[in-house]
């Protein structure tokens, strides 16, 4: 049974820096993992997609690594803002396409 | 593009009682997929459905059941509703399953 784990739960910075999300799954047979931010009370936003053949994904301040063989994927957020402020949540999604798997989250708040 | 829609946004009902949620999927897409999110977790696989049918399910009893309609939108139904049953419900709608795309969700309250 695939398990997602983030570390850490929670991370409180002030703007500007930069930072790591961590991301660990236990079965290395995905199809692909993505990154979303959640806002409080909405739903999900999808910010990165990594496919299995691919090691990572940028987009803006935002890139994504993925490794496969580890079990693991690291989102790295550059100069970070307040508007950064929401939890985190990375899922992985099987070979049979069926459902995503999602950690638990990071809650982040970037202070001005 | 219209994106996924889920109605309605917040709900109250009382133990032992039934519930409807709605979800329209994003224009062009063939599946729809159902989560549990309970406060402060991440977001449970509930099941997803293709081409209106059931398509895979997570671990979720029968009471919670569902129909996808020839439009594809999506409806999830929950009997005999658990105070445990008070979370946010999630759709997310996408092409064969791939890049899925979320709604604001509906906030279920169980009294």
């Known amino acids: 049974k695939q398990e997602v784990t983030q570390i850490p739960a929670a991370l409180s910075v002030p703007e500007g820096e930069n930072l790591v999300l961590n991301c660990s799954f236990t079965?290395?047979?995905?199809?692909?993992l993505q990154w979303f931010r959640q806002d409080p009370g909405k739903g999900l936003t999808s910010l990165l997609l990594?496919?299995?053949?691919?090691r990572e994904q940028t987009s803006g301040r935002l890139n994504a690594s993925l490794d496969k063989s580890s079990g693991r994927s690291t989102l790295y957020i550059a100069a970070s803002q307040p508007g950064d402020s929401a939890t985190y949540l990375c899922?992985?999604?099987?070979?049979?396409?069926?459902?995503?798997?999602f950690g638990p989250g990071t809650r982040l708040s970037v202070l001005p | 593009e219209t994106g996924v829609t889920q109605s309605p946004t917040h709900l109250i009902k009382t133990r032992g009682q039934q519930v409807t949620l709605r979800c329209s999927s994003q224009?062009?897409?063939?599946?729809v997929s159902w989560y549990q999110q309970a406060l402060g977790q991440g977001p449970q696989f509930i099941f997803q459905?293709?081409?209106?049918?059931?398509?895979g399910r997570g671990n979720f009893p029968p009471r919670f059941s569902g129909l996808q309609f020839p439009n594809y939108s999506s409806e999830l139904n929950v009997n005999a509703l658990e105070l445990d049953d008070s979370a946010l419900y999630l759709c997310?709608?996408?092409?064969?399953?791939?890049?899925?795309?979320f709604g604001d969700g509906t906030r279920l309250s169980i009294l």
């Open positions: 459905y293709y081409r209106e049918e059931e398509n």
């Open positions: 899922a992985v999604i099987d070979n049979y396409g069926q459902n995503f798997v």
């Open positions: 224009s062009g897409h063939n599946t």
């Open positions: 079965d290395s047979a995905i199809y692909n």
């Open positions: 997310a709608s996408s092409l064969d399953g791939v890049a899925q795309h």
């Open positions: 990594i496919q299995s053949s691919q």
